[in-house]
């Protein structure tokens, strides 16, 4: 087989990447940022046992991931905006969905790959057919290199997606704003044993408070809202002090333990809006080219992305495995089972919150962002 071109250096594309060298098939990742290091890579991810745990176990990696899994985060726990607690769910190791930080899981699937294997500093600027299932990509500097077989893994805004497909992002209806609190044990207690030990959800109709317990006592928050994207860019986010205090105002009234969790953060607000590829978003067989993860099926955050982009990854490495001599049968197979998956990823994201929550009433389920639309 010729050499994978990967675009995107995310968990999808290294996922991919590593299985593609554990089956001893040739593979070049290009990737836009400077270094593994260049920028934050987000927060806490559940790795499932359904999807994202399998694809560490085809990549090989399951005794790397276990070291790096956080005892105790999958302890849950969900308040009312007046601080109490409506249900607590201690993490008794039984869980499926261990949490690890996604840097981490980052670092785990580069160190597995050969030196070199990931080209830093490579920004595509596009992508186009040169015939025969061969494609030319054109990099930011004006180089170019020809894929035999191209894969793109570069997210919500591909450049290879245009190969296959003219659906764009649109805007889900919902931003994140996030924010750190360091510390958090010694500096910002009461935020802190709001929290507990794993992650927070006060949820409210058309907003709600997340907060995860990263590594040490760091406060990780995501607030959410829903608004119109002119809604947010109303708020000069450049001046943290005045996007902090617009964003803590949807939450007046509720506990200090909980708006803390806004306006004492240790780092200027982040706004995160959500797009989304349209539901059941496919493409026809086009040779020579394919994608994984949000680059394939961008969805607004339901817990499933970082999973379903290695298990993508993982299956297609799987499938060229398999067809050595046959990419197009390879291909074929992977999108179809993709497809199909994609088509119920929904269903599958309720039924597995309704396993998670159990027996939480209905009238507080609501209130969950993404469990209505998921019915």
């Keep these: 087989m010729h050499t994978v071109t990967i675009i995107g250096a995310g968990l999808g594309g290294l996922t991919l990447a590593r299985v ?38 085809a990549a090989g990696l399951m005794e790397e991931f276990r070291g790096l899994v956080l005892e105790g985060r999958q302890a849950m726990r969900i308040l009312g905006p007046d601080g109490a607690v409506l249900v607590e769910k201690a993490d008794d190791g039984t869980g499926g ?33 040169l015939g025969g299932g061969r494609h030319e990509v054109t990099f930011a500097d004006g180089s170019t290199v020809t894929a035999d077989l191209l894969v793109g893994a570069d997210g919500a805004w591909s450049r290879v997606r245009p190969l296959l497909s003219e659906a764009t992002p649109v805007y889900a209806g919902t931003s994140f704003v996030e924010t750190y609190l360091f510390d958090a044990d010694t500096r910002h207690p009461a935020a802190a ?28 928050t995501y607030v959410e809202l829903t608004k119109p994207q002119d809604w947010f860019d109303a708020i000069d986010f450049t001046d943290a002090a005045v ?21 004492d953060g240790d780092t ?85 919150l309704e396993e998670m929550f159990g027996d939480i009433p209905e009238s507080l389920l609501a209130l969950i962002p993404g469990h209505q639309q998921d019915q």
């Excluded at 996007?243 to 306006?263: H, N, S, V």
């Excluded at 067809?323 to 994201?349: G, K, V």
């Design 20 to 57: 593609l060298h554990v089956h001893q098939i040739p593979v070049v990742v290009y990737e836009a940022e400077a270094s593994p290091t260049a920028r934050a890579q987000g927060g806490m991810l559940d790795i499932h046992d359904y999807n994202g745990q399998l694809a560490i176990e």
């Design 97 to 129: 969905r261990p949490e690890a930080q996604r840097a981490d899981l980052r670092q785990m699937l580069l160190d597995a790959l050969p030196a070199g294997t990931v080209r830093w500093r490579r920004r595509v600027s596009g992508a186009r057919a």
């Design 193 to 220: 044993r709001a929290v507990g030990g794993g992650s927070l959800m006060a949820p409210a109709p058309d907003r709600a408070i997340h907060a995860h317990r990263e590594r040490g006592d760091t406060l990780h």
């Design 243 to 263: 996007a902090t205090a617009r964003i803590a105002q949807e939450f007046d009234g509720w506990a200090p333990e909980l708006t803390a969790l806004i306006t």
């Design 268 to 352: 200027p607000p982040v706004l995160r809006p959500h797009y989304t590829l349209p539901a059941g978003h496919r493409w026809d067989r086009v040779p020579g080219v394919t994608l994984v993860g949000d680059a394939a099926h961008l969805q607004a955050p339901n817990g499933e992305g970082a999973n379903l982009a290695m298990y993508d990854g993982a299956e297609l490495g799987k499938a060229l495995a398999a067809h050595p001599d046959d990419i197009e049968a390879a291909l074929t197979e992977y999108e179809q089972a993709m497809f199909t998956r994609n088509s119920q990823a929904d269903a599958e994201a309720a039924r597995h």
